[in-house]
T-cell receptor
Framework: GAGVSQSPSNKVTEKGKDVELRCDPISGHTALYWYRQSLGQGLEFLIYFQGNSAPDKSGLPSDRFSAERTGGSVSTLTIQRTQQEDSAVYLC????????????FGSGTRLTVV | RKEVEQDPGPFNVPEGATVAFNCTYSNSASQSFFWYRQDCRKEPKLLMSVYSSGNEDGRFTAQLNRASQYISLLIRDSKLSDSATYLCVVNNQAGTALIFGKGTTLSVSS
């Protein structure tokens, strides 16, 4: 597509439920990143996919968080047993480089855990 | 020391003013540097890359001092539309991802 597409744009879920967030990167971009941004805070790196290489999961805050990227394109971020502190905007970005080039971000998914 | 540190501001300036933002980073091995702009409740957007020799894009000038691990952004002739949060960005230790500062907020008034 022309840009990075994320869905849903907003998600309200009850504490303890699982959620799935989707990211469709720019066509041809081999690198895909997930970040999250809590209210008034900076962007926090979560996970990085590059082609068929093993993902860099070093930023995932707990084992409740996981992500996969199927066919080198669409990615899904899953949060199990959501907690209130998971409330944030989850941003996906893609790039054509290896992490040394600027990214294009999607408009994010605003997750609210009640 | 935080990986990327910025003065959060806010910087409140009148239209036409010149304003400068500074940023320091901790990883001396960083090779990639950027400034991003983020409007309220929007995603960050790439403003400009920062090169060792310094670079300019219209009213915006970016400088890098590797020895001091310091990056700056200068905005000349500020416009109302420049009001936003400016994020200083460097690549991480592994060179695989970008680390974002918390941003400096600029408010330009008429």
């Amino acid at each position: 597509g022309a840009g990075v597409s994320q869905s849903p744009s907003n998600k309200v879920t009850e504490k303890g439920k699982d959620v799935e967030l989707r990211c469709d990167p720019i066509s041809g971009h081999t690198a895909l990143y997930w970040y999250r941004q809590s209210l008034g805070q900076g962007l926090e790196f979560l996970i990085y996919f590059q082609g068929n290489s093993a993902p860099d999961k070093s930023g995932l805050p707990s084992d409740r968080f996981s992500a996969e990227r199927t066919g080198g394109s669409v990615s899904t971020l899953t949060i199990q047993r959501t907690q209130q502190e998971d409330s944030a905007v989850y941003l996906c970005a893609s790039s054509s480089g290896d992490g040394a080039t600027g990214y294009t971000f999607g408009s994010g998914t605003r997750l609210t855990v009640v | 020391r935080k990986e990327v540190e910025q003065d959060p501001g806010p910087f409140n300036v009148p239209e036409g003013a010149t304003v400068a933002f500074n940023c320091t980073y901790s990883n001396s091995a960083s090779q990639s540097f950027f400034w991003y702009r983020q409007d309220c409740r929007k995603e960050p957007k790439l403003l400009m890359s920062v090169y060792s020799s310094g670079n300019e894009d219209g009213r915006f000038t970016a400088q890098l001092n590797r020895a001091s691990q310091y990056i700056s952004l200068l905005i000349r002739d500020s416009k109302l539309s420049d009001s936003a949060t400016y994020l200083c960005v460097v690549n991480n230790q592994a060179g695989t991802a970008l680390i974002f500062g918390k941003g400096t907020t600029l408010s330009v008034s008429s």
